[in-house]
């Protein structure tokens, strides 16, 4: 892949202001000064603004004009304002992680591009500095998911930095493809040795293959290598969206692996997923009872929130999450700091979700205010990041269709 580039990255932000916003001209004329390379200029005029300069856009102009100037350091320090004004700046945590990338403080750059894509997922450039990141650090997994997002949001196609993603990912793909044929062939035959070994280098080409995963961690399991079934397992539950089957497997091979404290927090975890009066309720109850003794070993379960913190600490926010969530169920405890970063992290690794909501609300107010322009832009971006079909995207693509009516009927006849 090509080496992450920072200097086209500092974009301004794409917050719109109203009409009758009396700054808009002010900033409209800076903005012109900057693109005009008048850095000084801009810097001046803008710290002489009081409005100008206590506004979050008016920072971050004045930090992407210090960064042209070559003064990082002052450019960080008006990018670190920008947020403190308004924490939905995306751009400027964009240019805060590229300044840490620069730096070489990874995991700083990492979290400030992952609150950058909680406010603006599709955004490309934040994906690819995600993708790049984790990619360095040897997430493969993450950093696949991230050059995928990179294609699918990408507007810029004839890019150079889109060509080469997309022609790398299309070979990787290709070669893929070649091994599953092959393991077809070999299904036939019954080898499965030979699989195990086509599957190890389906994932160690192209790392986002969950089935794949799964797949191994079956094989593994039947030949009685209980902690390689483990470890893939593992892999699926903490990056994939999975079904409480993977759930009782892990605990079952943890329980085999003498990992206790883990066994009781996924059989914990799954028995909330079964009906009861079942016999796989039944059997997963009596489980949990005879591991009931690890919930009276304190430094035991103080360990999981050590590691919780330590995966946190290097950008393993899945990792964290899943530990967070062992102590919580071993401690037997409803500690809502921790419940918050839980669902903190679960908004870095998925924001879509938790976006697409958000501009799901806004739409009826949106509607009745008569803000149509601004409307058609939230139902644009709702069916940009949301899925097809869905019914975020339906209602975005009906309420677009009328604000677009009305629009139109105002130009044409003035109503």
Same mark, same amino acid.
Not at 40 to 48: L, P
Not at 197 to 207: E, G
């Given at each position: 892949?090509?080496?992450?580039?920072?200097?086209?990255?500092?974009?301004?932000?794409?917050?719109?202001?109203?009409?009758?916003?009396?700054?808009?001209? #002010?900033?409209?004329? =800076?903005?012109?000064?900057?693109?005009?390379?008048?850095?000084?200029?801009?810097?001046? %005029? +803008?710290?002489?603004?009081?409005?100008?300069?206590?506004?979050?856009?008016?920072?971050?102009?004045?930090?992407?004009?210090?960064?042209?100037?070559?003064? #990082?350091?002052?450019? =960080?320090?008006?990018?670190?304002?920008?947020?403190?004004?308004?924490?939905?700046?995306? %751009? +400027?945590?964009i240019n805060i992680g590229n300044y840490h990338y620069s730096s070489g403080n990874i995991r700083e750059a990492i979290l400030n591009w992952h609150i950058a894509c909680t406010i603006t997922p599709e955004n490309p450039t934040v994906n690819l500095n995600l993708a790049h990141a984790y990619d360095k650090k040897g997430s493969r997994i993450k950093a696949t998911k991230y050059f995928e997002k990179f294609l699918k949001y990408s507007t810029r196609t004839t890019s150079t930095e889109y060509i080469t993603v997309k022609h790398a990912m299309a070979n990787l793909t290709a070669k893929v493809d070649f091994y599953a044929k092959k393991v077809e062939e070999y299904k036939l035959q019954k080898d499965i040795k030979t699989i195990a070994a086509l599957y190890l280098k389906m994932i160690s080409t192209y790392a986002d293959l969950p089935s794949i995963y799964a797949n191994l961690a079956e094989i593994f399991s039947f030949d009685k290598n209980y902690e390689k079934a483990y470890e893939f397992y593992q892999i699926v539950y903490l990056n994939f969206p999975c079904?409480?089957?993977?759930?009782?497997?892990?605990?079952?091979?943890?329980?085999?692996?003498?990992?206790?404290?883990?066994?009781?927090?996924?059989?914990?975890r799954a028995i909330d997923s079964l009906p009861e009066g079942t016999s796989y309720y039944s059997k997963v109850k009596s489980q949990l009872n005879s591991l009931s003794s690890v919930l009276k070993e304190p430094e035991l379960i103080e360990t999981h929130l050590q590691k919780a913190r330590e995966a946190a600490e290097n950008n393993d926010y899945e990792i964290a999450i899943d530990e967070y969530e062992n102590f919580m169920i071993l401690s037997e405890s409803e500690n809502e700091e921790i419940k918050q970063t839980i669902d903190k992290y679960k908004i870095y690794l998925n924001p879509e979700p938790f976006v697409i909501n958000m501009l799901y609300n806004q739409i009826p107010d949106l509607m009745n205010r008569k803000k149509l322009s601004a409307c058609v832009e939230v139902c644009d971006r709702i069916i940009k990041i949301a899925s097809d079909h869905s019914k975020e995207v339906v209602y975005a693509m009906k309420c677009k269709a009328e604000c677009k009516r009305i629009i139109i009927a105002r130009e044409q006849f003035g109503v």
């Amino acid at each position: 892949m090509e080496e992450i580039s920072t200097e086209n990255i500092s974009g301004l932000s794409g917050v719109s202001f109203d009409s009758n916003d009396t700054s808009t001209d #002010k900033l409209t004329r =800076l903005y012109e000064m900057y693109e005009a390379g008048r850095y000084n200029d801009v810097i001046a %005029s +803008a710290e002489a603004d009081s409005l100008v300069s206590t506004m979050s856009y008016g920072q971050l102009l004045i930090g992407n004009c210090y960064e042209k100037l070559g003064n #990082k350091t002052e450019a =960080l320090n008006h990018w670190k304002k920008s947020v403190e004004i308004s924490p939905l700046e995306h %751009s +400027a945590y964009i240019n805060i992680g590229n300044y840490h990338y620069s730096s070489g403080n990874i995991r700083e750059a990492i979290l400030n591009w992952h609150i950058a894509c909680t406010i603006t997922p599709e955004n490309p450039t934040v994906n690819l500095n995600l993708a790049h990141a984790y990619d360095k650090k040897g997430s493969r997994i993450k950093a696949t998911k991230y050059f995928e997002k990179f294609l699918k949001y990408s507007t810029r196609t004839t890019s150079t930095e889109y060509i080469t993603v997309k022609h790398a990912m299309a070979n990787l793909t290709a070669k893929v493809d070649f091994y599953a044929k092959k393991v077809e062939e070999y299904k036939l035959q019954k080898d499965i040795k030979t699989i195990a070994a086509l599957y190890l280098k389906m994932i160690s080409t192209y790392a986002d293959l969950p089935s794949i995963y799964a797949n191994l961690a079956e094989i593994f399991s039947f030949d009685k290598n209980y902690e390689k079934a483990y470890e893939f397992y593992q892999i699926v539950y903490l990056n994939f969206p999975c079904s409480v089957k993977i759930l009782l497997e892990m605990a079952n091979l943890a329980y085999i692996l003498g990992y206790k404290s883990y066994s009781y927090a996924y059989y914990s975890r799954a028995i909330d997923s079964l009906p009861e009066g079942t016999s796989y309720y039944s059997k997963v109850k009596s489980q949990l009872n005879s591991l009931s003794s690890v919930l009276k070993e304190p430094e035991l379960i103080e360990t999981h929130l050590q590691k919780a913190r330590e995966a946190a600490e290097n950008n393993d926010y899945e990792i964290a999450i899943d530990e967070y969530e062992n102590f919580m169920i071993l401690s037997e405890s409803e500690n809502e700091e921790i419940k918050q970063t839980i669902d903190k992290y679960k908004i870095y690794l998925n924001p879509e979700p938790f976006v697409i909501n958000m501009l799901y609300n806004q739409i009826p107010d949106l509607m009745n205010r008569k803000k149509l322009s601004a409307c058609v832009e939230v139902c644009d971006r709702i069916i940009k990041i949301a899925s097809d079909h869905s019914k975020e995207v339906v209602y975005a693509m009906k309420c677009k269709a009328e604000c677009k009516r009305i629009i139109i009927a105002r130009e044409q006849f003035g109503v």
